[in-house]
């Protein structure tokens, strides 16, 4: 598997599986199946419910832990110096392991400055290999970046064809910080798989519309978690790293920048009130 390497040195699968909306239930089997097809990066989140299940699936898989690259997240209920300290150690149990491969805040809202502080000691205690922030716009990123010891490894944002960050991700490459995509095949939405333009690219390269938005992703150098329940659609996006796309591709793709809202709009009232009052499962 081709990797990144973080700003700490730490290698990162440049292509890993995420578990976000599978319920508890399936979370298990799902990862199961992701860890037999070759995944070897796992990203979950308290907020999603489903930590017990991902930890059980690796313990049943026989991957020897360190094979494995592990992230969750911080919820904004557990924001703040004490709460995160807290709330790490509640992941650490669900996931039934000593220790994080990276560990993010999920959203920037809340004590987020009073989590980074916590989060650089469990760092420099080893019990997280790198620390990162999620959906961090390129604003708040440099602030915190700026105000803070640690520079952050990794920010995981929406990133799709239709939202491409370009001038967001100048900004993380000029700090460092490496760009994933929570989203890299906008979830399925605005119609992204029917796409007469990326069909035809598609039709080209001799693979379906979602390997080639996946190979863009990878040609950009940004991480990938594409999600799935079915193990022949997880090996397919892992079939991604025999081809690569060309100068007139990447410019057609290019086109498709704005020509959608995002999925999740972090400056919008409503969703900073929801994600407020959101809880995380117990």
């Given amino acids: 598997m081709q990797t990144v390497k973080l700003n700490n040195g730490i290698e990162m699968p440049i292509e890993g599986y995420g578990v976000f909306q599978i ?14 097809t070759g995944y070897r990066s796992l990203d979950t989140a308290a907020t999603y419910g489903n930590e ?22 911080l919820w904004v209920e557990d924001q703040g110096y004490e709460s995160a300290k807290a709330a790490f150690e509640k992941s650490l149990e669900k996931l039934g392991t000593d220790y994080l491969d990276l560990y993010l805040i ?48 990794v920010n995981q944002v929406e990133l799709h064809p239709f939202v491409q960050q370009t001038e967001a991700k100048k900004i993380m490459d000029e700090y460092g910080v490496q760009i994933e ?19 035809e690219i598609a039709d080209k390269h001799n ?21 799935s329940v079915r193990s022949e659609r997880m090996k397919e996006n892992l079939e991604v790293h025999d081809f690569s796309l060309d100068a007139s591709d990447m410019e057609k ?20 009130k929801v994600m407020n009052n959101s809880k995380t499962p117990e």
């Fill in 23 to 36: 319920g508890p239930e399936e979370t298990e089997r799902c990862v199961l199946d992701a860890l037999k």
């Fill in 52 to 73: 017990e299940g991902v930890g059980k699936a690796i313990k049943k898989s026989g991957v020897p832990r360190e094979e494995i690259f592990l992230t969750s997240k």
């Fill in 106 to 153: 999920h959203q920037p809202y809340g004590d987020y400055y009073g989590s980074w502080r916590a989060m650089e000691e469990l760092y420099s205690e080893g019990k997280i290999k790198a620390i990162g922030v999620s959906n961090f716009d390129a604003a708040r990123l440099v602030d915190l970046i700026m105000n803070q010891t640690i520079v952050p490894a």
């Fill in 181 to 199: 995509s929570w989203g890299p095949l906008a979830e399925g939405k605005h119609g992204i798989l029917e796409n007469t333009m990326l069909k």
């Fill in 207 to 227: 693979k379906t519309v979602a390997q080639v938005i996946l190979r863009w992703h990878l040609d950009r150098d940004v991480v990938i978690i594409p999600k």
């Fill in 253 to 272: 793709i290019a086109g498709l920048d704005g020509q959608q809202d995002m999925i999740v709009d972090h400056t919008n009232v409503e969703i900073v």
